[in-house]
């Protein structure tokens, strides 16, 4: 399978509101995504909510 | 006007691939498409207990859901069939192959059931909630282990899981030459299955018109006609009339792309029910469970030789793995493109040649780069290699000995073939050169002196392509003939379109076939365009594979271009008041003149032009210019080729460092240098990929272990030297481009020069043979064993 499930993304603006969106969502951290992505492709690990942190 | 055959044109392709403007068929939206995902058999041999679609049929945006019963059942009067085998060798045991599966699974990736909705991602969503009940029972993946007694059976019609036993030569001739000769070499090795990974996955898409009751399908294939038979013929019994196949851009297909695929018409199928477009478009994962696969071959041989080095004869067996279902060409590759190619380079007076078919519970095995050739040339030189070590003689001096002479062109080998030409002795004496083969060997010994691990390989290989005559070709078992079909539009304003029978899914058609169709008339390459991958375009044709585009399909063009060009002449003629005996057509600078007379001259233009305003044409001539042809050839052409290997292990971790690679090689007349050494290149690097890295590995359950780039391992840039080429150009006598197939060679000849380069390293150890792919780990096992006393 190359489709994950489906998920909601946030983008988090600075390192305060990562840690608020991460503890509020639930949700898994997301930075260059090489080793979430392909994972969540293959059906793997399916989070519910990707809080990018890759602009920080 | 230059002439361009020769010439290294740039590729008129490329400014669209490198722009991202190639429209390949994930790249087709229609109105209204809907999108296919099949559900996959996670099991390699189950039987199908029940199939629940029933939350899957009812999750938002579900279209439809069908199995293989569906499928075989239909639906409004039309239904599928089992999936045809176009090789037929004879007593072949052809069980159905239903395009999803009925009753059983039988491999990893064997389709249950297909999701039709309004996304690609609800259609993957939905599969989670079909609910398949399977009942597990064991497998066999082995392709000798699939006849041992007790193995569990894939078709229970075919007995032993034989599909077919292929010998071919005297036997008893061959027995009685071992027996009188001075050695006798043997070996039983493993030739490993391989994965094509084509750049683009396999996709198709359908839709069906009710107003005219016909249908279009666009789909990843190297051979879009022969697609367009086999849904009208067998799978889906629409008339062939009424089918369009189009294969646009395709991203590459090594063979893989050839074959008549489920997917090809369950979507039809599922276009046509719903009455909606449909789209499948296989990810990575999908490709490497359900693309036919290559190689897996379990060999026994026995080569006899004398002590004066001469090679008396050759007994091979061998297992040949089919997978579990006949692909389209399974059957073809072990047999007519693998045991008639055990001569290779050399008069060998008397072979034997046989091969089991096996069905086991793995993705089905078909052509790959190369298609069995690289398999006879892997077994033929690493059975030389042996002989030259067994005789202490240098393998290239030993080669020599045995090389078939120049002057015994054309050269009936003992296992059916006629060597078309071939100049194998100036083939050596350049790749010597070229590789520096003298200083090599010196360098080995000075290595060796310091107990470094140095090896050199050497490989000089055969390649037989473009599969031909089709009386043969069908006398052979193929379902169809090999010929191959080009047509030539000349516009009024004398621009040309080509139409060609081949397809170009990487290989730069569009530029070589439009050479060869400029240098035919002496006009403008930019006022070619060559068409291709579209059956309702294209007359008919056979498509591209075993490297036999430039033969056949470039013959083709000459053919038409020879026919427009005669017309051509009996316009100008008619136009200048002179006889047609008298025309003179330069082809340099496109104009046709009278003899003697370089005034009364006419250009390419003027005259197609002239063609159409048709009111001054020769008494009885047709309107128009426009010219088609069937070219059928005389016989395969025979490609070679010498390569040359340096290598050197490191002796504390195993890992083969490939230090030096030279390559020449003889396709005949090259059309395009660029694109013939690009395909040299990229072929090698194939063949390396074998020799040192590739393994396409089943479980004892028949999980597919190297399922994904991440434990499959495809060759990289870094694993390469800078690689020299060259060539000899000994053309084919029997076309009239005087080419020869080019698209395989490198794979052909790098898997034997790389393999044998690694064993060369290897043998001050004792070690006698590794079987591929020729990895640190298993090295570092053979060097620790080595060390304790034992080689392999």
Redesign the interface.
């Known amino acids: ?3 994950p ?2 998920f909601e993304y946030v983008r988090a603006g600075s390192v305060e509101e990562a840690l608020d969106l991460k503890s509020k969502t639930g949700g898994r951290f997301i930075a260059g995504g090489h080793s979430l992505l392909p994972m969540m492709k ?2 793997v690990t399916s989070p519910e909510t990707l809080v990018d942190i890759g602009r920080l | 006007m230059t002439r361009y055959l020769g010439t290294s044109v740039k590729r008129v392709e490329d400014p669209r691939f490198l722009r991202g403007l190639g429209r390949y068929v994930a790249n087709l939206t229609l109105p209204n498409m809907a999108y296919a995902a099949v559900k996959r058999s996670p099991l390699a041999h189950a039987t199908i207990r029940s199939i629940d679609t029933t939350r899957a049929k009812a999750l938002d945006g579900v279209i439809a859901v069908f199995t293989g019963e569906d499928l075989l059942e239909g639906t409004g009067g039309f239904k599928c069939g089992s999936l045809p085998c176009g090789f037929q060798v004879p007593n072949l045991n052809m069980p159905p192959h239903n395009p999803l599966a009925v009753d059983k699974v039988r491999h990893v990736g064997d389709g249950i059931a297909v999701v039709v909705a309004e996304s ?2 609800i259609a ?2 939905a ?2 909630l079909i609910e398949v009940d399977l009942d597990p029972l064991p497998a066999v993946v082995d392709a000798r282990g699939a006849m041992a007694d007790g193995a569990p059976l894939v078709h229970d019609s075919a007995e032993q899981n034989l599909a077919f036993h292929w010998p071919l030569g005297d036997e008893e001739a061959v027995n009685e030459a071992l027996s009188k000769s001075d050695h006798v070499v043997e070996l039983e090795f493993i030739n490993q299955r391989l994965i094509a990974n084509a750049m683009e996955p396999r996709a198709a898409a359908a839709e069906w018109d009710p107003a005219t009751e016909s249908l279009t399908v666009w789909t990843t294939s190297q051979n879009p006609h022969t697609i367009r038979l086999l849904l009208g013929a067998f799978t889906l019994g629409i008339p062939e009339h009424k089918i369009r196949v189009i294969s646009p851009d395709v991203g590459g297909g090594f063979g893989s792309k050839i074959f008549h695929y489920p997917e090809e018409v369950i979507v039809p199928f599922a276009a046509r029910a719903v009455g909606r477009p449909v789209k499948w478009v296989a ?3 999908e490709s490497y469970v359900t693309d036919a696969q290559g190689r897996d071959h379990v060999t026994k041989a026995k080569l006899g030789v004398n002590n004066d080095g001469t090679m008396t004869a050759l007994h091979v067996t061998t297992w040949a793995n089919m997978g579990a279902y006949l692909s389209t060409f399974g059957p073809l590759i072990p047999t007519a493109l693998y045991i008639t190619l055990f001569s290779g380079v050399y008069k060998t007076p008397v072979i034997f040649g046989e091969a089991y078919g096996t069905f086991t519970h793995t993705v089905p095995v078909d052509a790959y780069r190369g298609a069995g050739r690289p398999e006879a040339s892997y077994l033929v030189e690493t059975m030389v290699d042996l002989a030259a070590r067994k005789l202490g003689m240098d393998p290239v001096e030993l080669r020599r000995k045995n090389l078939i002479p120049t002057d015994a062109f054309p050269y009936q080998t003992p296992v059916a073939l006629m060597y078309d030409s071939g100049n194998y002795q100036a083939l050596f004496e350049k790749i010597e050169e070229l590789s520096g083969y003298e200083s090599l060997r010196k360098e080995q010994e000075a290595a060796r002196a310091e107990g470094r691990l140095v090896g050199v390989g050497f490989a000089s290989c055969i390649e037989a392509s473009g599969p031909a005559p089709s009386a043969v070709a069908v006398g052979l078992g193929a379902a169809i003939g090999l010929f191959e079909s080009g047509a030539i539009r000349v516009h009024p304003t004398g621009k040309v379109t080509v139409l060609t029978g081949s397809h170009s899914h990487g290989q730069g058609h569009e530029t070589t076939f439009a050479q060869i169709v400029a240098d035919q008339f002496g006009i403008d390459i930019a006022d070619v365009d060559i068409v291709h991958g579209d059956t309702d375009r294209v007359q008919y044709g056979i498509g591209t594979y075993g490297s036999r585009s430039a033969a056949i399909g470039g013959s083709a063009l000459v053919k038409s271009a020879e026919k427009i060009r005669e017309k051509l002449k009996q316009i100008a003629a008619h136009q200048l008041e002179a006889s047609v005996e008298d025309m003179v057509y330069d082809q340099d600078e496109g104009t046709i003149s009278v003899a003697g007379s370089p005034d009364m001259v006419k250009t390419f233009a003027e005259l197609a032009f002239a063609s159409v305003l048709a009111n001054n044409l020769p008494e009885g001539m047709e309107p128009g210019l426009e010219e088609s042809s069937f070219y059928d050839p005389a016989n395969f052409t025979f490609p070679a080729s010498a390569h040359v290997a340096k290598v050197e292990i490191d002796p504390k971790t195993g890992e083969v460092d490939l230090q030096s690679y030279a390559a020449v090689d003889d396709v005949g007349n090259v059309i395009n240098p660029m694109i013939v050494e690009g395909q040299i290149l990229g072929g090698i690097v194939q063949g390396v990929g074998q020799a040192l890295w590739e393994n396409g590995i089943y479980d004892e359950d028949g999980q597919l272990l190297s399922g994904s780039m991440l434990s499959y391992a495809m060759p990289r840039a870094d694993g390469f030297p800078s690689i020299a080429l060259d060539r000899i150009e000994t053309p084919s006598p029997h076309n009239p481009l005087g080419a020869k197939g080019a698209g395989e060679m490198g794979t052909i000849a790098a898997t034997a020069a790389v393999s044998s380069a690694v064993l060369d390293a290897l043998a001050p150890l004792g070690v006698r043979h590794l079987n591929m792919p020729l990895t640190a780990e298993k090295i570092h096992q053979a060097i620790a064993a080595a060390g304790n006393g034992g080689g392999e």
Do not use: C
């Open positions: 399978m190359m489709y499930r489906p293959i059906r | 690609p991602y993957e969503d599969l989670d990810t990575r994962s």
